[in-house]
C-alpha cells in the first residue's frame, strides 16, 4: 500500500520502492548437490518436467536448465558423479529450496544403492 | 506428484546490509567460526567448517552453501532479519 495525498493505493512491491526512493536488495543463494553418473542433463530435464510441471523447465544455451528463475548447472564431473549447482534468487525461495531437496532426497537415494 | 509453490516472498528487502549487525546476530544463533573479509566491493564471511561463503556487496548478498538447508534456511532468516523490509 502506498499513500499519496492522503489516498492509498496498492503497487506491486518493486514500484512501492521506486516510489520510496528505495532500492530493492537482491538476494540470492547457490547450492551444491552430487548427482550419480547414470543421472545425465536429459534425465533430469525429464524429472523437473514431471515433478515442477506447473512451472517453466527449460534447456538454456549454455546446456544448464532452469526452473522458472531457478538455475541448475554442472559445475563438476567424475566418475564418482556429477556435481550441481543450483541457484536461485529470494523471490522464488520456496522453488528453489524444494527442488534442491528434491535432487538431494531423490538422486543422494540412489546414489547409495 | 507436483509440488505446490508459493511464488511470492515472504518478505521485500531493501537497502544494505551493515556488516556489523550480520556478524552479531549469526553469532547469537549460534554461527560463531566465521571470517569476515573486506573486499573492494564490500565484504566476504567465510563459514570455514561449513564451507560456506556469504559474498556482501551494496544493494547484494549471495549465499553459497554446500546443501546444507538447515544452515542455509538460518543464514537466510538472520540476513532478512538485519535488512530493512517489509
Known amino acids: ?113 | 506428484e507436483e509440488e505446490i509453490i508459493n511464488k511470492h516472498p515472504k518478505h521485500y528487502v531493501y537497502g544494505n546490509l551493515d556488516i556489523e549487525d550480520f556478524v552479531r546476530n549469526l553469532t547469537k544463533h549460534g554461527v560463531t567460526d566465521m571470517k569476515v573479509e573486506d573486499t573492494p566491493g564490500g565484504h566476504i564471511v567465510h563459514l570455514p567448517s561449513e564451507d560456506t561463503i556469504i559474498q556482501v556487496e551494496e544493494g547484494s548478498t549471495h549465499i553459497f552453501c554446500e546443501g546444507n538447508e538447515t544452515l542455509r534456511k538460518k543464514l537466510r532468516d538472520v540476513l532478512i532479519m538485519c535488512l530493512p523490509k517489509f
Open chain 1, 1 to 113: 500500500l502506498v499513500m499519496h495525498d492522503n489516498r492509498i493505493t496498492i503497487v506491486e512491491a518493486s514500484q512501492a520502492l521506486k516510489e520510496c526512493s528505495a532500492s530493492e536488495h537482491e538476494i540470492r543463494f547457490t547450492s551444491t548437490v552430487s548427482l550419480p553418473p547414470a543421472c545425465s542433463m536429459d534425465v533430469l530435464y525429464k524429472t523437473l518436467k514431471q515433478r515442477f510441471s506447473g512451472h517453466n523447465v527449460q534447456h538454456a544455451s549454455d546446456g544448464s536448465l532452469q526452473v522458472d528463475s531457478v538455475l541448475v548447472k554442472i559445475s563438476g564431473e567424475s566418475d564418482e558423479g556429477t556435481d550441481m549447482l543450483v541457484s536461485w534468487p529470494y523471490q522464488d525461495e520456496e522453488l528453489g529450496s524444494s527442488l534442491l531437496t528434491m535432487l538431494q532426497n531423490r538422486f543422494a537415494k540412489e546414489k547409495r544403492e
